[in-house]
């Protein structure tokens, strides 16, 4: 059975044609990331990396900039590799790397540079497109190509849903133009980081000072343009973004079974947006549990030893909007194994098309 020779770190690609609030996205990810820390790939198209500066994780070493040039054409995997290690280093503790892509970067070719990436202690976790509400469609004129970005997205952030007089539309049409990723409509840039990638909890932090630390040192009130203006309680309440969205948790004491629990995450419903979690396969392999993390139809599988002395449950979290929770938990219970004896060697192989590697793994 597969073997995880320790965590790998999730790279993350962020698209998006100019204008369309990437950079306003990934602020709100390095603000509200818990005790999570970011590596933030910045890409600028110009020799000024204005991106870069309005990052606020232009500090420090947890960010790679990259001027003078479009990334998917400025470097190829190889290259993209020396910059991951930057960040891919133990002792940067980064939990995941965001690279935010020049507005006039293909999407398709930087998803195929992290893919192709040899560095072991990453692994491609998924392509968030970000497209302007107000502007879709004039952008969409401009640049028929976004309907292949889109068709490509693991999740696609509908950004500033209110400055669109038909917002509704708007989501609608993009809905209709993706294959199976989550549509989640924003204002502002701000989604769940929890959408993206697993959050450390704040007490957990190590070392220097976090982003976290840095905004709640601000005590003046600024608006998103960084200028004074009146209070904004967007930030207050930023915390609670998972209050337009639903939630179903599922805990188990035993194990499920890989078929029944692949066939489920394979025809997952739409505005499913997020799983994620820890499952026990029991006889199936008694030596791993498997971590899931879903993003839209982004879907992956880390096997790692179980702990010392810890219980062994499927414990899962699914997020998402418009969901039949009751339904939902059902098809999940309906996962759960038997208890028969099994002569089933292949009842794996579907789990393991999600688990890097593991077709080059002998004993898969």
Same mark, same amino acid.
């Given at each position: 059975?597969?073997?995880?020779?320790?965590?790998?770190?999730?790279?993350?690609?962020?698209?998006?044609?100019?204008?369309?609030?990437?950079?306003?996205?990934?602020?709100?990810?390095?603000?509200?990331?818990?005790?999570? $820390?970011?590596?933030?790939?910045?890409?600028?198209?110009?020799?000024?990396?204005?991106?870069?500066?309005?990052?606020?994780?232009?500090?420090?070493?947890?960010?790679?900039?990259? /001027?003078?040039?479009?990334?998917?054409?400025?470097?190829?995997?190889?290259?993209?590799?020396?910059?991951?290690?930057?960040?891919?280093?133990?002792?940067?503790?980064?939990?995941?790397?965001?690279? #935010?892509?020049?507005?006039?970067?293909?999407?398709?070719?930087?998803? $195929?540079?992290?893919?192709?990436?040899? =560095?072991?202690?990453?692994?491609?976790?998924?392509?968030?497109?970000?497209?302007?509400?107000?502007?879709?469609?004039?952008?969409?004129?401009?640049?028929?190509?976004?309907? $292949?970005?889109?068709?490509?997205?693991?999740?696609?952030?509908?950004?500033?849903?209110?400055?669109?007089?038909?917002?509704? $539309?708007?989501?609608?049409?993009?809905?209709?133009?993706?294959?199976?990723?989550?549509?989640?409509?924003?204002? =502002?840039?701000?989604?769940?980081?929890? !959408?993206?990638?697993?959050?450390?909890?704040?007490? #957990?932090?190590?070392?220097?000072?976090? !982003?976290?630390?840095?905004?709640?040192?601000?005590?003046?009130?600024?608006?998103?343009?960084?200028?004074? /203006? #009146?209070?904004?309680?967007?930030?207050?309440?930023?915390? =609670?973004?998972?209050?337009?969205?639903?939630?179903?948790?599922?805990?188990?004491?035993?194990? @499920?079974?890989?078929?029944?629990?692949?066939?489920?995450?394979?025809?997952?419903?739409?505005?499913?947006?997020?799983?994620?979690?820890?499952?026990? !396969?029991?006889?199936?392999?008694?030596?791993?549990?498997?971590?899931?993390?879903?993003? /839209?139809? !982004?879907?992956?599988?880390?096997?790692?030893?179980?702990?010392?002395?810890?219980?062994?449950?499927?414990?899962?979290?699914?997020?998402?909007?418009? @969901?039949?929770? +009751?339904?939902?938990?059902?098809?999940?219970?309906?996962?759960?194994?038997? /208890?028969?004896?099994?002569?089933?060697?292949?009842?794996?192989?579907?789990?393991?098309?999600?688990?890097?590697? +593991?077709?080059?793994?002998?004993?898969?």
């Amino acid at each position: 059975m597969v073997r995880s020779g320790g965590r790998q770190i999730p790279v993350v690609v962020l698209a998006g044609f100019l204008g369309s609030g990437k950079t306003t996205l990934l602020n709100h990810l390095l603000h509200r990331s818990g005790g999570s $820390r970011i590596g933030a790939v910045v890409n600028d198209f110009g020799a000024i990396e204005i991106d870069a500066m309005a990052v606020a994780g232009a500090l420090g070493d947890s960010t790679v900039s990259l /001027g003078n040039g479009c990334l998917c054409c400025a470097v190829d995997s190889s290259e993209l590799d020396v910059y991951l290690e930057r960040l891919a280093r133990p002792e940067a503790r980064i939990d995941v790397v965001v690279i #935010e892509a020049s507005g006039l970067a293909e999407p398709q070719e930087l998803v $195929r540079m992290v893919l192709a990436s040899e =560095h072991p202690g990453i692994v491609y976790g998924g392509l968030v497109e970000v497209v302007d509400a107000a502007e879709f469609d004039d952008t969409r004129a401009r640049h028929p190509e976004i309907d $292949r970005h889109l068709a490509l997205a693991d999740l696609v952030v509908v950004n500033k849903v209110d400055r669109a007089p038909d917002a509704g $539309r708007v989501l609608g049409l993009v809905r209709s133009l993706v294959d199976r990723a989550a549509v989640v409509p924003a204002t =502002h840039g701000r989604v769940d980081p929890e !959408f993206l990638f697993d959050c450390r909890p704040a007490e #957990e932090r190590v070392g220097q000072l976090s !982003f976290d630390d840095l905004h709640h040192g601000e005590h003046d009130d600024r608006d998103d343009h960084g200028e004074h /203006g #009146e209070h904004d309680d967007r930030d207050e309440h930023a915390g =609670h973004l998972h209050a337009g969205y639903d939630s179903v948790s599922f805990a188990s004491g035993r194990p @499920l079974d890989p078929r029944r629990l692949v066939r489920f995450l394979d025809s997952r419903p739409e505005g499913l947006y997020r799983i994620k979690g820890y499952v026990d !396969f029991g006889p199936y392999d008694a030596g791993n549990r498997y971590a899931v993390h879903a993003v /839209g139809r !982004f879907l992956r599988f880390y096997p790692e030893p179980w702990p010392a002395g810890a219980e062994r449950l499927t414990q899962l979290v699914l997020i998402g909007t418009d @969901l039949d929770t +009751a339904a939902l938990g059902a098809e999940l219970e309906a996962c759960v194994s038997d /208890g028969a004896p099994h002569a089933d060697e292949q009842g794996m192989w579907g789990v393991l098309r999600y688990v890097q590697g +593991a077709a080059e793994d002998p004993a898969a």
